[in-house]
């Protein structure tokens, strides 16, 4: 069990700067996950944590030791591949069990903890398979095996799950979170899954384009997204966005886009000076339909309604734009009928237009 | 039923060919049991009292005796050392070369487009000079460059083939490269190195020309082959046949072990 500690971590690969002054720390027993968009160097990331990749520039420690310099097997981490890279020509007993008999373990103690490991996964029944006989969860399972058994100071998950169907990650992704909560290993999960990392992390380490764009617990970082970018990318089905010009008329400030009136409470935002062009998020999932006399109503036009079970995401015409309101009153709900939906003022976002960032005070 | 009689066409059909195929090389083995008179027959005759005496001619003859010893340590030794040289060289091609990659393979493929006529004529100057002239290990050197660059031309493919996520694997269990390659990449390419073994070895193995120009003295077993076929007229079919047979039995057994070497090396032994 260890602290992580990265300070001003470089890559480039030849010319090309991939990862700028990353600096980032991860407490003991944390679990916490990189997540962004494809490219932006999640992966690069967790490597060069592990020592599959040369660091151009910084540092890494591992339970205040510094790594950098040590090869993978030195650092005492522990990582499942998304393609699981099973050792095709051992069986699974094999497999779990190659790095004990590396070193030396005695017979009997590689034994039992592999019989515990086994009895933890569900792999009792595959120990003398090879891993071309498995099905894809079962590879799976045989992989995490392969990295618990060694009871490392820090796991490292690049993508496990994506090669799973939907039903199985689900599962899957309950199983590690539990393990986590057994075994509290620090651990380190690279997704690009915004449902998967709100559901398993503690913390979220949301990275854009090689730099870290926000990172807080799941709830922060959807509730109080710090970036037009961030309020983008988390949440499903995606945030509304809409340019609106300030109003402000003594001591209440609106935000106005043709017929659409949100009035906010001006303590709670900076910047808002009447006039100024900003940029407002609304949240499907935080709208619904409006009742009579609500404040900060949006009337339009339904244009479709995407039935999810048991709600439905309304598609809306306001002011010959797109919107989206989700609602578990659907049922009478039907294309080209007009509507009229609702928000808190506290669920309204606004982003600055220039820089992208959130205009909300911090606190 | 147009089913059936769609699937049974293609039976016959298939059992056809494979008759085409195998019909010479099953009519060889039968005249290398048969007595001259058997074979110099008007009508081929299937059933005959057969007899060793072929191959007892064969192997009691010094020269055929002699080129199989000499084929077998020729071609065994570079297919040896061509493996021991050309599958590293072929795993760092494959894993650790990334600038001029393709060039230093075409270079390897380049090896194989002289004529074997090209390649005979220098080395028969410079083996002249050198007093490698008519030594097998003049033969086995010359033989090398085929055998290292067939080995390396056939090899990059199958270590690149080897996910590099079993190598990180390996590598995250504190395996050095020396252990990766020897525990990993090699076992898990083994099934297509094997293949480039065995037609390295069969290459060598039936090599004619360099052999009957560089060491003539020292024949190999095709060349003492060929010197059979031309007897002159009483042609000793029987003979002939027993030593076609000689000559394919070497490539079968080394095949046959091979296989069950790398059906061992695929079960790693338990401790
Ligand atoms: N070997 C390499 N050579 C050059 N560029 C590379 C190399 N490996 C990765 N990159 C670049 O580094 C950047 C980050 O890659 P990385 O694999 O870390 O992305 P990622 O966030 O894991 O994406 P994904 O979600 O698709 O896995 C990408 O722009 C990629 O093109
Ligand atoms: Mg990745």
């Known amino acids: 069990m260890a602290n992580i500690r990265c300070v001003n971590i470089r890559k480039s690969y030849g010319g090309h700067s991939v990862i700028e002054n990353l600096n980032l720390d991860i407490a003991d027993h944390e679990f916490v996950v990189f997540l962004g968009p494809s490219g932006c160097g999640k992966s690069t990331m967790l490597r060069m944590i592990a020592g599959l990749e040369d660091i151009t520039g910084g540092t890494v ?124 290993t620090t651990t380190i999960f690279v997704t690009h899954d915004q449902l998967e990392a709100m559901t398993i992390a503690d913390r979220i380490v949301l990275m854009r384009a090689g730099a870290i764009e926000q990172q807080g617990t799941p709830s922060e970082i959807f509730d109080r997204p710090a970036t037009r970018f961030v309020a983008d990318f988390i949440g499903s089905p995606a945030m509304n966005f809409r340019g609106c010009v300030v109003s402000r008329d003594g001591g209440s400030v609106s935000l106005v886009a043709g017929s659409i009136r949100l009035e906010v409470p001006a303590s709670e935002f900076d910047g808002l000076q009447h006039g100024a062009k900003v940029e407002v998020g609304l949240r499907p999932s935080k709208m619904d339909l409006a009742a009579e006399g609500d404040l900060n109503a949006i009337s339009g036009k339904i244009i479709l309604v995407e039935n999810m079970g048991s709600e439905a995401q309304v598609i809306v015409d306001v002011d010959g734009q797109e919107m989206s309101f989700v609602t578990k009153a659907f049922r009478t709900l039907e294309p080209g009928q007009p509507v009229s939906f609702s928000i808190e003022p506290a669920s309204i976002h606004v982003f600055s237009k220039e820089t992208g960032r959130s205009l909300r005070k911090a606190g | ?214 060491a003539a003295g020292n024949a190999t077993l095709p060349v003492v082959a060929a010197s059979i076929t031309s007897l002159g007229k009483e042609v000793p079919w029987g003979v002939i046949n027993a030593s076609t047979v000689i000559l394919v039995i070497p490539p079968l057994v080394f095949i046959g072990l091979l296989m069950s070497f790398i059906n061992g090396m695929m079960k790693p032994a338990r401790r």
């Open chain 1, 61 to 184: 420690s591992i339970g205040d030791r510094d790594v950098t310099h040590l090869h993978p097997g030195e650092r005492g981490v522990a990582m499942v591949f998304q393609s699981y890279a099973l050792y095709p020509h051992m069986t699974v007993e094999e497999n779990i069990a190659f790095g004990l008999r590396r070193q030396k373990v005695p017979q009997a103690e590689i034994a039992r903890r592999v019989q515990h490991v086994a009895g933890l996964l569900g792999l009792e029944s595959f120990l003398q398979r090879k891993p071309k006989n498995l099905s894809g969860g079962q590879q799976q399972r045989v992989a995490m095996a392969r990295a618990m058994i060694k009871t490392p100071k820090l796991f490292l998950f690049d993508e496990p799950l994506s090669n799973l169907d939907a039903k199985l990650r689900e599962r899957l992704r309950t199983e590690i979170r539990k393990m986590h909560l057994d075994l509290k």
């Open chain 2, 1 to 214: 039923m147009v089913r059936l009689i769609r699937s049974s066409l293609a039976r016959i059909f298939l059992a056809l060919m494979v008759f085409v195929a195998l019909t010479p090389i099953l009519w060889t083995i039968l005249g290398a049991f048969k007595r001259l008179k058997d074979i110099v027959t008007p009508v081929p005759k299937l059933f005959f009292s057969p007899t060793l005496e072929n191959f007892v001619t064969i192997l009691q003859n010094p020269s055929i005796r002699q080129g199989l010893g000499h084929s077998v340590i020729v071609v065994g030794a570079s297919v040896i050392i061509g493996a021991l040289l050309g599958v590293p060289a072929a795993y760092s091609l494959a894993r650790h070369v990334r600038t001029l990659k393709g060039d230093l393979q075409f270079f390897v493929l380049s090896l194989r487009f002289m004529p074997p006529v090209a390649i005979a004529i220098p080395f028969i100057v410079l083996y002249l000079d050198l007093g490698l002239y008519d030594t097998l290990a003049g033969l086995i050197l010359v033989y090398l460059v085929t055998t290292i660059s067939t080995v390396i031309w056939l090899s990059v493919p199958a270590f690149e083939r080897v996910p590099k996520e079993i190598e990180e694997a390996a590598a995250m269990e504190g395996c050095g490269p020396g252990e990766i390659f020897l525990k990993f990449s090699l076992p898990i390419a083994m099934p297509s190195l094997f293949g480039a073994l065995v037609f390295t070895f069969v290459l060598v193995w039936n090599e004619l020309l360099l052999a009957l120009t560089l």
